[in-house]
Structure formats: C-alpha cells, structure tokens
C-alpha cells in the first residue's frame, strides 16, 4: 500500500513539473500580438518582473515574515506534516485558495519561516499552483 502511495505521488510530482516546464518554454517562444504591444507598459519604477523582484527582496531579509491574514495557523508551529487531521488541513486549504497567483511563493516561504509545515496533501497541490503562476 504505501509503495503505491508513494508511486502515485512520484507520478503527480513528475506531471507537475513536466506542466510546469512545458508553460515556461511555451511561454518564453509565444510572441507577443502587435495591438499587445502597443497596450504593454512597464510600471515606473518597476523591473518588469515585479513577481521575482518581491521573492528576491524577500530572500535576501530571512527575517521577513509577511502575513496572509493567517495569523492563526501560527498554532500549527512544529507540528509534523502529516500530523494534521482534516479540519486542520481545511485551514490551510482555505488559506491557500484564496491567495492570487503571485502569492504562493511568498505564502510557502512565508509559513516555513514560521516553522509551519505544509500538510502533505497540500504539498502536491500548491507545488502545482505555483508552476501554473510562473
């Protein structure tokens, strides 16, 4: 039973990334239409990847913690990821399907940092949202 658990695991772990890698050169080759361009502006002051410029700055102050309106999931601290029952895992989800896009990251590296662990359930599923944002 937990090879097959582990396999189906392995499995979703590999189509995560083989989607994930399949979008990034999709998206690298997709040319931008003429009236696309004409509409695109940089905002001032901004790189052009606002997204990896907020990550980045993040990384560099490991003591940065920025809050999702999650402050109560800091009671999970040090509980093992697979020590959750599924009320427990239903606030994590609730969390995590209400931040946009761009959030995820921050959101994962924000609730390691608080010594927060993921519910393995979750792991696959927000691994899989963050590769469809990039």
């Not at 040319?31 to 940089?42: K, S």
């Not at 509980?79 to 599924?86: E, L, S, T, W």
Request: glycine share 4%; net charge negative.
């Amino acid at each position: 039973m937990k090879v097959l658990l582990g396999i189906i695991l392995l499995f979703g772990f590999v189509v995560a990334m083989a989607t994930w890698i399949g979008n990034k050169f999709s998206r690298k080759n997709k040319e931008l239409e003429p009236e696309e361009e004409d509409n695109f502006q940089i905002p001032t002051g901004c790189c052009g990847a606002h997204e990896v410029c907020d990550f980045e700055e993040m990384l560099q102050n490991p003591n940065e913690i920025i809050y999702f309106e999650d402050e109560d999931l800091d009671r999970f601290k040090d509980i093992p990821a697979n020590g959750y029952n599924d009320a427990q895992i239903d606030e994590f989800r609730d969390v995590l399907y209400t931040l946009k896009d761009d959030e995820i990251r921050i959101w994962l590296l924000s609730i390691e940092r608080r010594q927060i662990q993921l519910p393995v359930i979750l792991r696959q599923e927000a691994l899989f949202m963050v590769a469809e944002a990039s």
